[in-house]
C-alpha cells in the first residue's frame, strides 16, 4: 500500500495565461466541479496578478492555492520580485520551484533554486521542485545523471523533516507542451529512480512518502495510465489546466485509477 500521506496531487500551473475574468471564470469552474469528499489534492497556481481573485473562490472549498515561483527574500530592494511572505499572505499553500522554464528560458541555477527551496520551507510553504531532462539529454543516456544532479543540488542542506512539506515533479523538458508524454512505463521507471535517490540522501521512510507527480503534455486521454503507476503520484499539469472540463477529467482519472503493484524495486 502506498502511505497515506502519498495521497495523488493533481496541480494546475496556469502559466503566464488568462485574463483576470478567465482566471475567475476557470477557478469557479474548477471548484464547482471537483467536489467535495474526493480523495486527490487539488492545487491551483494562477499568475501573480491574479493570486488574490482566485484565492477568494477557493476559499472554502477543497482547492488549494499555489504560486508558480518566488523570491528568497522575506522583504527588501527587489524590483519586480514577490516573496514567500506575500505569498502567504495571499493564501497561498505551495509554491513551484525550479520548473524548466524558469531553469531554460530565465536562466535560473540550481543553486539559486536550492536558495529559493529553502528559504520557502523555512517560511512555511510546501514546495513542489520540477526536475526533468532535455531531449539531447535523454539521447546521450544522461537522464539520471541530470536527475541525480538537480535532486542533490535543489535539496542540498534541506533537512530531511521538511520532506513531508516537499513533493518533487518529474517533467521531461520534452514533453513539456509538446504533445509528446512519456510512456507511463517511462515514467514509472524514472519516478522509482528520483525516489531511489532520495533514499539515498534522506531514508527509506521518508522518501516512500514523498510525493512524486509527473508532468509534461499530461491529457485526460493519457491521465488514467499515467496515474496508475505505482510511483506517479500525481501530475502537474500546464495546457490541459486551462480548461476546467479538461483539468477535472485528469482529477476524476486520479480519484479513479487504482494503484498497480512495483513491478520492481
Ligand atoms: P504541459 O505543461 O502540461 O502544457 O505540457 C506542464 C508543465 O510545464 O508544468
Known amino acids: 500500500m502506498k502511505p497515506d500521506k502519498r495521497r495523488k496531487t493533481i496541480v494546475g500551473n496556469w502559466k503566464m495565461h488568462t485574463t483576470a475574468a478567465e482566471a475567475r471564470h476557470l477557478a469557479g469552474g474548477v471548484v464547482d466541479g471537483v467536489g467535495n469528499s474526493d480523495p486527490v489534492t487539488v492545487i491551483l497556481c494562477p499568475p501573480f496578478p491574479y ?21 528568497p527574500e522575506k522583504e527588501g530592494a527587489f524590483t519586480g520580485e514577490v516573496s514567500p511572505t506575500m505569498l502567504l499572505d495571499l493564501g497561498c499553500r505551495y509554491v513551484i520551484l525550479g520548473h524548466s522554464e524558469r531553469r531554460h528560458k530565465l536562466g535560473e541555477s540550481d543553486a539559486f533554486i536550492n ?6 520551507l523555512a ?7 520540477c526536475v526533468g531532462e532535455t531531449l ?11 536527475l541525480d544532479r538537480q535532486l542533490n543540488l535543489g535539496l542540498a542542506d534541506v533537512p530531511g523533516a521538511a520532506l513531508p512539506h516537499i513533493s518533487i515533479a518529474y517533467e521531461p523538458v520534452w514533453a513539456i507542451g509538446t504533445g509528446k508524454t512519456a510512456t507511463p512505463e517511462q515514467a514509472e521507471e524514472t519516478h522509482q529512480f528520483i525516489r531511489h535517490q532520495l533514499v539515498k540522501m534522506f531514508s527509506m521512510a521518508a522518501a516512500e512518502r514523498v510525493r512524486i507527480q509527473y508532468g509534461g503534455s499530461v491529457k485526460p486521454e493519457n491521465a488514467a495510465a499515467l496515474l496508475a503507476q505505482h510511483d506517479v503520484d500525481g501530475a502537474l499539469i500546464g495546457g490541459a489546466s486551462l480548461n476546467a472540463g479538461q483539468f477535472l477529467a485528469i482529477v476524476r482519472a486520479g480519484i479513479s485509477e487504482p494503484q498497480t503493484k512495483r513491478k520492481s524495486a
Do not use: H, P, W
Not at 493570486?51 to 523570491?71: C, D, F, P, T
Not at 539531447?136 to 541530470?146: D, I, V
Open 115 to 120: 536558495q529559493k527551496v529553502r528559504f520557502a
Open 51 to 71: 493570486l488574490a481573485l482566485v484565492g477568494e473562490i477557493l476559499k472554502g472549498s477543497r482547492v488549494a492555492l499555489g504560486a508558480q515561483n518566488m523570491y
Open 136 to 146: 539531447e539529454q535523454r539521447k546521450a543516456n544522461q537522464t539520471e545523471a541530470l
Open 123 to 129: 517560511c512555511g510553504l510546501d514546495i513542489i521542485l
